[in-house]
């Protein structure tokens, strides 16, 4: 076969099997996760919209044995205004999605307002492959179908936990414009053109039942000139808008870069960023930064060390949102909660909503009132005055899609 046919061949299966990835992420998904939504008992009233504070929309993922790990973290980011998506990846048991179901049912704040589902059918996940983006399209499609409140979308693993609380978070972004896309983001590829987006890949996820991992073509593409690839973090804040745009796509280009993208490693640090920055519409809304804190080895390899005890000051001093990546049960987990979170184990992120006595025998989360009320935290400085920071880089657009 001549090198002009392999080229052929090898841009018909891209464009083949993006297909598959884009039905994949936007059909099928109406019985195919468990909803604890259909009875809402003893709710409060929740409002949207201008004038009230932020909701978001959170997507927490995790492999098999993570379910323990999963529902932690739920707990940690709960807040009755917020939409929750769990998804166990198929080397998870399906004993393990019912359990993680369970747990969820267990919590009486979570029954009453009925804002968190567990997916039933599991996504193929590929490490490395684009599945990834499969999945968390899936995901969105979920959320923006079964909720019409929330603001932004945020994908968390099993590995991550939160350096703030949830009302700490709403007060700081009540003060944005709703439109923002927090994204870490750039066009200067370096080590990754040759690597990551020059080469062709096939994540055999897409098609096959066993988990293996993807398989490289021979021959390489050069880069496309209809657009520019932006590559960064694959952890986002993303908002509504910008999502829609996504999914239904009213435009041509969220469905062009998807199909481009099936075939690049890692495609999940690349697609979300090469929309935003090559819509006319959204490349304005993006704020350089995906809120988290990550400490890396040098040079830095393709996850972050794993954080612990000697690193909580630096963390909590950080401004970021979220923190990753953690051990099960790690001790700083329990220093998060008490320090920053004044959880305790088991029960959810106590805020404002919460009405209940606060004791070592009650739970001051098992009775609620308005849960339109915030009440700030210890942190709520240092993620507001980081906030504002990335804001005054916005404002100079010096940092933005460049």
């Known amino acids: 076969?001549?090198?002009?046919?392999?080229?052929?061949?090898?841009?018909?299966?891209?464009t083949f099997v993006s297909f598959l990835i884009f039905l994949s992420s936007i059909s099928g998904f109406s019985s195919s996760y468990y909803a604890f939504s259909s009875h809402r008992r003893f709710a409060t009233p929740v409002n949207h919209g201008p004038g009230h504070p932020p909701a978001f929309a959170y997507y927490i993922s995790g492999g098999g044995g993570d379910n323990d790990r999963i529902f932690r973290l739920l707990l940690a980011v709960y807040h009755p205004r917020n939409r929750y998506l769990l998804h166990i990846g198929v080397d998870g048991s399906e004993e393990e999605r019912?359990?993680?179901?369970?747990?969820?049912?267990?919590?009486?704040?979570?029954?009453?307002?009925?804002?968190?589902?567990?997916?039933?059918?599991?996504?193929?996940?590929?490490?490395?492959?684009?599945?990834?983006?499969?999945?968390?399209?899936?995901?969105?499609?979920?959320?923006?179908?079964?909720?019409?409140?929330?603001?932004?979308?945020?994908?968390?693993?099993?590995?991550?936990?939160?350096?703030?609380?949830?009302?700490?978070?709403?007060?700081?972004?009540?003060?944005?414009?709703?439109?923002?896309?927090?994204?870490?983001?750039?066009?200067?590829?370096?080590?990754?053109?040759?690597?990551?987006?020059k080469p062709i890949v096939v994540d055999p996820g897409l098609y096959l039942a066993r988990k293996t991992q993807i398989f490289?073509?021979?021959?390489?593409?050069?880069?496309?000139?209809?657009?520019?690839?932006?590559?960064?973090?694959?952890?986002?804040?993303?908002?509504?808008?910008?999502?829609?745009?996504?999914?239904?796509?009213?435009?041509?280009?969220?469905r062009t870069l998807l199909m481009y993208f099936t075939n690049t490693v890692l495609s999940q640090e690349v697609y979300f960023h090469s929309v935003v920055c090559n819509s006319p519409e959204f490349k304005n809304t993006t704020v350089n930064s995906d809120m988290r804190y990550m400490v890396w080895d040098n040079p830095p390899?393709?996850?972050?060390?794993?954080?612990?005890?000697?690193?909580?000051?630096?963390?909590?001093?950080?401004?970021?949102?979220?923190?990753r990546q953690f051990n099960k049960d790690e001790a700083v987990l329990d220093m998060i909660d008490q320090n920053i979170l004044k959880r305790s184990q088991n029960r959810v992120t106590p805020g404002a909503w919460c009405t209940g006595q606060k004791s070592w025998r009650m739970n001051p989360c098992s009775r609620w009132g308005d849960v339109n009320v915030l009440k700030t935290g210890p942190q709520v400085k240092n993620l507001g005055d980081s906030v504002q920071r990335l804001l005054q880089d916005l404002s100079s657009q010096s940092n933005q899609c460049r």
Request: net charge negative; hydrophobic share 45%; with cysteine.
């Open 98 to 197: 019912r359990k993680l179901g369970m747990l969820v049912k267990s919590v009486p704040v979570i029954q009453a307002f009925g804002n968190v589902d567990v997916v039933g059918k599991p996504d193929p996940v590929t490490y490395m492959g684009s599945t990834n983006i499969a999945a968390m399209l899936r995901a969105v499609s979920i959320l923006l179908k079964v909720d019409g409140g929330w603001d932004w979308f945020v994908n968390l693993s099993a590995n991550d936990y939160p350096l703030i609380t949830q009302d700490d978070l709403s007060h700081v972004l009540s003060s944005v414009s709703r439109d923002l896309n927090f994204i870490d983001h750039t066009s200067d590829l370096g080590w990754k053109e040759g690597q990551r987006v």
């Open 216 to 254: 490289y073509a021979t021959e390489k593409r050069p880069l496309p000139e209809a657009f520019r690839v932006f590559t960064g973090s694959p952890w986002v804040v993303l908002s509504r808008p910008f999502l829609e745009f996504c999914v239904f796509g009213w435009d041509n280009l969220p």
């Open 301 to 323: 390899k393709m996850e972050p060390l794993f954080l612990n005890t000697s690193d909580y000051d630096l963390m909590a001093q950080s401004g970021a949102a979220f923190a």
């Open 1 to 14: 076969m001549g090198a002009e046919k392999k080229w052929l061949y090898a841009l018909f299966c891209a």
